[in-house]
């Protein structure tokens, strides 16, 4: 195996290993977690996943990884998206319940 196969072998591994954190850090995150650290931090490792997965492409010219990695990192920077636009809406709402009771 060439020097570039493996690189991107391993760029593909850590692609995917991305997805694997944030999974981890979901489900360990306690009983009382900040919403807006974690989707922060599953947009930032995401976005790392994706650059990963394309280099990983570009390296070792292996759809399969630039796939995988793609859908897993997306998957989880719209869930990502997702619960920052459910915390924005929640508190626009909170603001807009304030202002109408004063």
Do not use: Q, Y
Request: proline letters at 2%.
């Amino acid at each position: 195996m060439n020097s570039k196969k493996k690189t991107g072998m391993i760029l593909g591994i850590a692609s995917l290993l991305m997805v694997f954190i944030c999974f981890i850090i979901f489900l360990f995150r306690g009983p009382n977690p900040n919403i807006h650290i974690d989707a922060t931090i599953f947009i930032v490792l995401s976005a790392i996943g994706i650059v990963l997965a394309i280099f990983s492409w570009i390296k070792s010219k292996r759809l399969t990884f630039l796939i995988v990695g793609l859908l897993g990192n997306g998957v989880v920077m719209g869930f990502g998206f997702l619960l920052l636009l459910a915390m924005g809406l929640s508190e626009a709402m909170n603001e807009v319940d304030r202002n109408l009771f004063l």
